[in-house]
């Protein structure tokens, strides 16, 4: 079995990536978390105190502010990292970007394999002349950021697709919603949506399990969900 480290150990995501490792063929043997945790095994208060031999590969879904060290301590470990950290800003891309430099990284702001079709199919919208187009998501009430980053990475891809520019996300929170993200394709005699929705938060931690299968394989580079899709 492969030595896995999650960083946010203790949070949600933690736990389904807990739940879900031995399905994978990993062991978890360390974490990292800012909260005390009732386990046997090693938990740490930063990555700078993860001990190297005790890891094969880093999963982060912890906070923006914690990605610049950890991409740092994969880069000088050489230990391949998946990040599904969202509301990222320049300076923590950066650092992912330069750790790539030297092990295999890979960052997406949604895990789901399904989000990962999704973001491919809205290629097919570049054949529709005179549509307008919105994108609107809708998330739990403790989610922080909005809109969510699954929706400004499709944002992105819609504007590749169309060539031109779309209104930023409407985004909705509320109640225990996992994450619903539509795109809206409006004519005027017709119209076209796309839809996905998350049943619960185990999908992003199946992704991200797939996704590490695949990274800890891969040479040094910045990697995304398409890769593991091989689309």
Same mark, same amino acid.
């Given at each position: ?8 150990? #203790? ?24 909260? #005390? ?38 880069? $000088? ?34 895990? #789901? ?20 187009? *919105? ?12 809109? #969510? ?5 499709? *944002?992105?891809?819609?504007?590749? $697709? ?35 929705? $998350? ?5 992003? $931690? ?26």
């Amino acid at each position: 079995m492969k030595k896995l480290a999650i960083i946010g150990i #203790s949070g949600r995501m933690g736990a389904e990536l807990l739940a879900l490792a031995p399905e994978f063929d990993f062991k978890v043997t360390s974490g990292v978390s800012r909260r #005390s945790l009732e386990s046997t095994l090693t938990v740490v208060s930063s990555c700078e105190k993860l001990k190297p031999a005790d890891v094969d590969i880093v999963i982060d879904f912890s906070l923006p502010e914690l990605t610049k060290g950890v991409a740092e301590w994969c880069k $000088a470990n050489q230990k391949p990292l998946v990040s599904g950290v969202t509301g990222l800003k320049d300076p923590e891309r950066n650092a992912l970007a330069e750790a790539a430099e030297k092990t295999p990284v890979l960052w997406a702001p949604n895990m #789901s394999l399904g989000v990962a079709v999704l973001a491919r199919m809205l290629a097919k919208l570049s054949l529709l002349d005179g549509f307008d187009f *919105q994108i609107e998501e809708l998330h739990h009430n403790r989610k922080k950021d909005k809109p #969510s980053g699954t929706a400004v990475f499709l *944002q992105e891809r819609l504007k590749e $697709a169309v060539k031109a520019d779309v209104p930023d996300p409407l985004a909705i929170r509320g109640g225990g919603i996992f994450g619903i993200h539509r795109i809206w394709a409006m004519g005027e005699e017709e119209t076209l949506t796309l839809e996905h929705t $998350a049943m619960n938060r185990r999908v992003f $931690a199946r992704g991200a399990m797939k996704a590490a299968q695949w990274l800890i394989q891969r040479q040094p580079g910045l990697y995304k969900m398409d890769d593991v899709l091989g689309v």
